[in-house]
């Protein structure tokens, strides 16, 4: 291994150009060498003042480019299953955004990949595990301080949708954060799910279910409640509030700076999780770099991905019923522990 981590980076989108900054500005140990992306003016744009970076349209291509050592998937989710299997075959450790595969034949057709290789090479984007407020929530339920976990009351909200954003997103996109927040927390599986919605918001572009209500139950015995909207036009803001046997803990909600002025007291609301969650993204990404430069992969696995898109799909087929859905999660295969 060189002793900067050649990065190639898939995707130069929303996501892919802050990781690039992220890679070249904050984190250190790593520097990014490729990066794909079909639409090569905007590569080129995230890659501007970035020395010796080679620009592709395809990602075998980006992948098969001088020093890469390591990859970052983020192009859309539909694309990840390609990325993943392409990476594996080259035996290149990988850090994949979230959806891992939003579709679950997929999620498990790259969980064989892995299998088959015999030691993990993916982690998956689940940033919120990286937070300090999610850490500390999770310390304080492994404490046990406050009792056995009853419920989770989940709020998770955006200013407003991309171009393109579907029904079925609202769970396998942005729910599955919470998805994998609530397996993490809990230490339980999701096992059923129910999706109720109310009449859609004004501000949600035409035909679009939002906001959304989605009802998980768990195998230790606890419910989980999201509340998600994804046009809510006034800010960022993303809760989690544990009701446990003996007292509750609630994060999400004093991220920002209070501003008191012209007899007003005020707080500034993130607009977009770029904000919100930056410090998590910058320690995700330093974790990743710092683990594969010790041949070591950590955080969300690949089984984690799956389990994420499995039960995200029990909740599309939820949302499509109107009933409630069984979540029918094989069992976790030895390498994932
Ligand atoms: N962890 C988090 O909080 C967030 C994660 N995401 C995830 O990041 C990923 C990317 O999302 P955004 O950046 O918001 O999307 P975006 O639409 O802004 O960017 C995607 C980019 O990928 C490119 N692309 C399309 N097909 C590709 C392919 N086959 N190979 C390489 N590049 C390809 C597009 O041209 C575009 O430049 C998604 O998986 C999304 O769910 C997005 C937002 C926040
Ligand atoms: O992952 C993300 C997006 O893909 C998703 O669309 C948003 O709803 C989430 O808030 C964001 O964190």
Not at 84 to 110: H, I, N, S, T
Not at 151 to 165: I, Q
Not at 225 to 234: A, K, M, Q, R, S
Request: glycine share 10%.
């Amino acid at each position: 291994m060189s002793e900067l981590l050649g990065v190639a980076v898939l995707g130069a989108g929303h996501m892919g150009a802050d990781h690039i900054r992220r890679l070249d500005r904050v984190v250190s140990g790593a520097r990014v060498v490729a990066v794909a992306d079909p639409d090569p003016e905007r590569a080129r744009r995230a890659v501007a003042g970035i020395d010796g970076v080679a620009v592709r349209a395809e990602v075998r291509d980006a992948l098969a480019a001088p020093g890469v050592e390591a990859v970052l998937i983020a192009s859309p989710g539909p694309a990840h299953e390609e990325a993943l299997l392409a990476a594996f075959e080259r035996g290149l450790p990988v850090l994949c955004e979230k959806p891992m595969v939003p579709d679950p034949a997929g999620a498990l057709r790259v969980v064989e990949a892995e299998a088959r290789l015999g030691r993990r090479l993916a982690q998956i984007g689940f940033m919120r595990r990286y937070d300090a407020e999610y850490r500390q929530l999770k310390s304080l339920l492994d404490e046990g301080g406050l009792g056995r976990p009853l419920m989770l009351h989940c709020v998770h909200r955006n200013v407003s949708s991309p171009p393109g954003f579907t029904s079925a997103m609202l769970i396998d996109s942005s729910v599955s954060h919470e998805i994998d927040a609530a397996r993490w927390l809990l230490g339980q599986e999701l096992t059923a799910v129910t999706v109720l919605r109310p009449r859609p918001s004004a501000g949600a572009p035409e035909g679009l279910l939002d906001p959304q209500f989605v009802l998980f139950e768990t195998d230790g015995g606890a419910l989980v409640d999201v509340e998600v909207f994804v046009n809510c036009g006034f800010g960022y803001q993303v809760r989690c509030e544990a009701v446990c046997e003996t007292g509750s803990a609630r994060i999400g909600e004093e991220q920002a700076v209070r501003v008191t002025a012209r007899a007003a007291d005020r707080r500034a609301v993130p607009q977009d999780y770029l904000v919100r969650f930056a410090d998590a993204y910058d320690r995700e990404v330093q974790a990743w770099v710092d683990a594969t430069r010790r041949g070591r992969v950590t955080g969300p696995s690949a089984w984690d991905g799956y389990a994420a898109s499995v039960v995200a799909g029990a909740g599309v087929r939820a949302l499509e019923t109107g009933g409630r859905v069984a979540v029918d999660l094989p069992r976790r295969p030895a390498l994932y522990g």
